[in-house]
């Protein structure tokens, strides 16, 4: 599972092309005032939006069911380079696909 939270790490951190490697072809994120955003509106939204220089993982859980499904679920704590701050509780579940993990679903709620 270590690659999986190094994955998760890279997707708060690094630009939209971490996402376009990762992303499972059918995907879904949650985001409290955004809603719910399939894969095409996901690319878009991260075309413009800043990145988060540093996240802290807190609280981390993982478990995997079987050969092909794994979730993780923790505290976020993440902060961009003017000092904007933000802390939510995400959840995401990786799928094999191709050979490879690749995350279907994301949702962060808010503190």
Not at 79 to 95: I, L, M, P, W
Request: proline content about 3%; glycine content about 8%; aromatic content about 10%.
């Amino acid at each position: 599972m270590h690659d999986l939270w190094t994955t998760e790490k890279r997707l708060w951190t690094d630009g939209i092309a971490a996402y376009q490697e990762v992303m499972a072809k059918d995907r879904t994120m949650v985001f409290g005032p955004m809603g719910i955003m399939r894969r095409t509106d996901i690319i878009q939204s991260l075309g413009d939006a800043p990145r988060w220089s540093n996240v802290i993982m807190s609280n981390e859980t993982e478990s995997i069911h079987g050969q092909a499904v794994g979730l993780l679920a923790y505290h976020a704590s993440a902060e961009q380079k003017d000092g904007t701050r933000y802390e939510a509780f995400c959840t995401s579940t990786y799928v094999q696909e191709d050979g490879h993990w690749r995350i279907a679903q994301h949702q962060q709620t808010p503190i």
